[in-house]
């Protein structure tokens, strides 16, 4: 296992090892001192060299940075320190000091620097300094003594690293850790050339990526950061992380990062699940990757000519992890769980131990037997726990079959061509929900209670949420009465998930559109937002551009012109929050208006509405969106959001009209389901009023 960056490898004279290996960084309930222990084992047994502490949640790293640790608390880093020096792993003491520090005052600098010099004394010879998650707004003695918050910053992390001795590997995380918190841009932020120019050479400098948690990390972006930085960045790599959303666990491979830029690197350290045992795909799998170098190292996995990397298969290294991992669970060899003795003196507490085990009869019920944890139920676990930007290929299919199933369900009952489809697709969905039951029973029974213990809530939400699924397409099939869990008006708690959250989140007007399933597919990144005057010209650009293109072989001047026309056309202004705008990465791309009351586009054109209808529809409204916006989500959000703000305003319904050969809108407004025509006196023949109540 010993390859080049291992921690069983030396460094080559005159360059230091590639960092590699875990950041304990997550908020939440922090490892235990023997889970992290174990962890030593397993990063010498893969050949990751590092250990960074820097639980969010362990008071005196960061809310009471100030306090020294009791002896007790001693004793327990001292062990700890101890036992990853037995397996060569370097253990980072880091520090967060950034909510309340001064950094003006000399005071909290000395006890910035007792602190570490209590933890130097308990054998620890590495250190960072995080200042991550912090307010930017300095206090006003340290804007009288430090010219920015980068300034500060750099000073302190200087004088303590200086007050250390220099240590070979000492981190510094700074507030603005990825592009995306970079103003304007990493290029020109000022904030990292500040810590760039000034920061000690000698001090490494803990960078996560394009974001908080990183899709991809390109070779150009870490050149173009180390470029303003000087030096390589050690990555903070956070896509397995989970402390964000108690509902989701990353079991997928390390991946969407080239080995092209190990040489361009000073080291990575992934900050993992919250959940110790559940790690053990993410450490392996980057463990693989670290070993995956150009210059004659061993690799765990050959490659093959498809991979797009040479050096490393996502694909292969999570297939080698799993397989470890299976053993995992097979073994009952785990902390806490106490096995049965051969032989004991104490008496047996059953008074039964002479009879014959229990044997059913012909008739009655067979014994429940416990099949074995397979290598294929790993592999479908993580397929459903994949990673935060994509889901695996199992939980793909199952997506895509019941969008399918759904789409389609009318050849279920009525005997069209479609049918024999529909029943065969509908059995194979059942099929995979079946299997992810049978994962489930097995994972329930496997030997190692303490990895299944970190898993269970994942699996049973897993679990019900398919179950959910899988009656829902059997009522679709008519497979019996409809599902009472699903379709009944008072379901079970089980019927709906997610609780306060949930709620939360469902009456957001951007809830969904970053779900990693979507049908249609989005191509696009869309931003709904509201309208400004500097938005008119736009907005006539646009509508001038659809009247051209639906006019066919009547003259413009010869239509009848539409209500909402002079709305449109600029000619009459929106009522108050009720104009919405939609932009593409091209520009302004739709918009949607309306009219609280009617009459006055009414008056415009000269044209009489009946009191009838604008008793019950007293709102106009209008939307139009561009060709290039394929997807109807962004437009149906932003009716939604428009009916909504005519609802507040006290209006009872809303009404558009449409031209006839206007194919495509009649379409969305059919499709919408809740705008149905309305008869109105006086409307021109080739106009359709659609009106819906609010």
């Known amino acids: 296992m010993s390859t080049p960056g291992s921690a069983n490898c030396p460094a080559q004279p005159g360059k230091r090892r590639f960092i590699s290996g875990v950041v304990e960084g997550f908020y939440g309930r922090p490892w235990t001192m023997e889970q992290r222990t174990d962890l030593f084992k397993r990063e010498q047994k893969w050949g990751l060299n590092t250990y960074l502490y820097a639980p969010k949640d362990d008071y005196k790293h960061r809310m009471y940075w100030r306090d020294l640790y009791t002896a007790e608390e001693t004793e327990q880093l001292v062990a700890l320190i101890s036992a990853a020096k037995q397996h060569d792993i370097e253990f980072i003491y880091a520090i967060?000091?950034?909510?309340?520090?001064?950094?003006?005052?000399?005071?909290?600098?000395?006890?910035?620097?007792?602190?570490?010099?209590?933890?130097?004394d308990f054998g620890c010879r590495s250190f960072s300094l995080l200042f991550d998650d912090i307010e930017t707004e300095m206090c006003a003695a340290d804007k009288q003594a430090f010219d920015s918050f980068a300034h500060a910053q750099v000073a302190i992390t200087n004088a303590v690293y200086q007050h250390l001795g220099e240590p070979e590997t000492f981190l510094f995380c700074p507030t603005d850790y990825c592009a995306a918190f970079c103003t304007p841009n990493v290029s020109q932020s000022s904030y990292l050339h500040t810590v760039g120019e000034n920061l000690l050479p000698g001090i490494d400098i803990l960078w996560t990526g394009p974001k908080v948690v990183s899709h991809k990390i390109s070779v150009e972006s870490i050149e173009e950061v180390s470029s303003v930085l000087r030096r390589a960045p050690v990555i903070w790599?956070?896509?397995?992380?989970?402390?964000?959303?108690?509902?989701?666990?990353?079991?997928?491979?390390?991946?969407?990062?080239?080995?092209?830029?190990?040489?361009?690197?000073?080291?990575?350290?992934?900050?993992?699940?919250?959940?110790?045992?559940?790690?053990?795909?993410?450490?392996?799998?980057?463990?693989?990757?670290?070993?995956?170098?150009?210059?004659?190292?061993?690799?765990?996995?050959?490659?093959?000519?498809?991979?797009?990397?040479?050096?490393?298969?996502?694909?292969?290294?999570?297939?080698?992890?799993?397989?470890?991992?299976?053993?995992?669970?097979?073994?009952?060899?785990?902390?806490?769980?106490?096995?049965k003795k051969e032989s004991s003196d104490e008496e047996p507490m059953q008074t039964d131990m002479g009879e014959s085990p229990y044997v059913p009869g012909p008739e009655e019920n067979p014994l429940y037997t416990a099949e074995p944890l397979t290598l294929n139920d790993l592999k479908l676990l993580s397929d459903l726990f994949y990673l935060p930007y994509e889901h695996g290929p199992t939980a793909r299919t199952m997506l895509q079959e019941l969008d399918w199933l759904k789409n389609h369900s009318e050849a279920a009952i009525a005997k069209t061509d479609k049918t024999e489809e529909w029943c065969s697709r509908a059995q194979q969905f059942d099929e995979m929900c079946e299997a992810v039951v049978q994962m489930f029973n097995r994972l329930s029974n496997a030997p190692n209670r303490s990895i299944l213990y970190d898993l269970y809530n994942y699996i049973c939400d897993i679990k019900s949420g398919v179950g959910l699924a899988r009656a829902y397409v059997k009522t679709l099939g008519g497979q019996g009465p409809p599902s009472a869990q699903l379709m009944n008006d008072d379901p079970e708690p089980?019927?709906?998930?997610?609780?306060?959250?949930?709620?939360?989140?469902r009456m957001l007007p951007c809830h969904g559109n970053r779900d990693l399933f979507r049908h249609p597919p989005l191509t696009e990144v869309y931003c709904i937002r509201p309208y400004c005057p500097e938005d008119k010209m736009q907005v006539q650009r646009i509508f001038e551009e659809m009247q051209s293109a639906g006019r066919g072989k009547v003259p413009l001047m010869a239509r009848p012109p539409l209500l909402c026309d002079s709305l449109s056309a600029g000619e009459i202004s929106p009522s108050p929050q009720c104009a919405l705008i939609l932009e593409d990465e091209i520009g302004v791309c739709g918009y949607a208006l309306a009219l609280t009351d009617a009459q006055q586009a009414a008056a415009k054109i000269q044209r009489a509405v009946s009191d009838t209808v604008l008793k019950d529809f007293p709102s106009l409204v209008t939307l139009q969106v561009l060709p290039r916006v394929t997807d109807p989500t962004p437009a149906k959000r932003m009716i939604g959001r428009l009916l909504s703000s005519i609802r507040s305003s006290g209006s009872k319904g809303a009404f558009c009209e449409l031209r006839q050969s206007d194919q495509r809108m009649l379409n969305f407004y059919t499709k919408l389901g809740t705008f149905k025509p309305i008869q109105m006196a006086s409307l021109p023949q080739d106009i359709i009023a659609m009106g819906t109540s609010v």
């Not at 520090?101 to 602190?115: D, G, W, Y």
């Not at 709906?496 to 709620?503: C, D, M, N, P």
Request: aromatic share 10%; glycine share 8%; net charge negative.
């Open 96 to 120: 967060s000091p950034g909510l309340d520090i001064t950094f003006s005052n000399p005071r909290e600098v000395a006890a910035l620097k007792r602190k570490l010099d209590q933890v130097k």
């Open 237 to 339: 790599d956070n896509i397995h992380a989970n402390d964000y959303d108690p509902q989701r666990l990353f079991l997928g491979p390390y991946k969407d990062r080239p080995t092209e830029l190990i040489p361009k690197l000073r080291g990575v350290l992934t900050n993992p699940n919250c959940e110790f045992y559940p790690n053990f795909v993410a450490i392996h799998t980057l463990a693989t990757w670290c070993k995956a170098t150009t210059d004659g190292g061993q690799r765990d996995v050959e490659m093959g000519d498809e991979e797009q990397d040479a050096c490393y298969s996502p694909q292969k290294a999570l297939v080698l992890a799993l397989t470890d991992w299976l053993q995992e669970f097979l073994s009952t060899k785990q902390p806490g769980v106490r096995l």
């Open 494 to 505: 089980w019927g709906f998930r997610g609780g306060l959250s949930g709620e939360f989140q």
